[in-house]
């Protein structure tokens, strides 16, 4: 498993995200009321950045900030146009308090 850190578990509450580069590879991690979930950086309808937009916390989808397609963050669907291909999705786990994301899943 390749898991890198994100951040203390008390720096990212319900409500927030936080951006992670990894290489080549950038991750929202998402804490939508208490459950985290961490889908790729990229919107699959042109490839530029989605986690850098709004999202829905309540319906727990990410708003794409060039073109507004709505990708859910727990599972990576596209549930809008223009997107209609998912992203990809990584587990997301709390050890002694640290967030951690496996970018190997």
Do not use: Q, W
Request: charged residues 25%; hydrophobic residues 35%; proline residues 8%.
């Amino acid at each position: 498993m390749t898991a890198i850190d994100v951040c203390p578990l008390d720096e990212l509450p319900p409500g927030d995200v936080k951006l992670v580069h990894a290489g080549e590879i950038s991750v929202g991690v998402y804490n939508l009321g208490g459950e985290l979930y961490a889908i790729e950086d990229r919107c699959s309808h042109d490839d530029g950045p989605l986690c850098e937009g709004d999202f829905d916390l309540e319906e727990g989808y990410a708003v794409c900030p060039r073109h507004g397609a709505h990708i859910d963050i727990r599972s990576g669907r596209a549930l809008t146009l223009p997107a209609v291909t998912p992203v990809e999705t990584f587990p997301v786990t709390v050890e002694d308090g640290i967030v951690k994301v496996d970018l190997t899943a």
